[in-house]
């Protein structure tokens, strides 16, 4: 059975920082480029960030160069993203997502809140 499971959100202050996690199991981990979008209401999900199947390259938007940071431990079947200089615009549902780089399967997390606020 396939499962993203992805935890680290919650509230936190302007400028403050946040880890979300998002823990691969079903699969063979190192053979998917991994992703981390997200969404809010009204709103098309937005990619922030991915890395590729053993985190040679990397991909950001220009909303979050430089504040975020995507990183995968292929041992643990785990991808990362490391948020800092958080800002209220950040404040979304962030998913974690899959991709195959042989047939293109994809698979998705249920997503986890995060909360800029003061």
């Known amino acids: 059975q396939v499962q993203l499971v992805e935890s680290g959100g919650g509230l936190v202050q302007p400028g403050g920082s946040l880890r979300l996690s998002c823990i691969a199991s079903?699969?063979?981990?190192?053979?998917?480029?991994m992703k981390w979008y997200r969404q809010t209401p009204g709103k098309e999900r937005e990619l922030v960030a991915g890395?590729?199947?053993?985190?040679?390259?990397?991909n950001y938007p220009d909303s979050v160069k430089g504040r975020f940071t995507i990183s995968r431990d292929n041992a643990k079947n785990t991808v990362y993203l490391q948020m800092n200089s958080l800002k209220p615009e950040d404040t979304a549902v962030y998913y974690c997502?899959?991709?195959?780089?042989?047939?293109?399967?994809?698979?998705w997390g249920q997503g986890t809140q995060v909360t800029v606020s003061s």
């Open positions: 890395i590729s199947t053993f985190g040679r390259s990397t």
């Open positions: 997502n899959a991709r195959s780089v042989f047939n293109l399967e994809d698979y």
């Open positions: 079903g699969f063979t981990f190192s053979n998917y480029a």
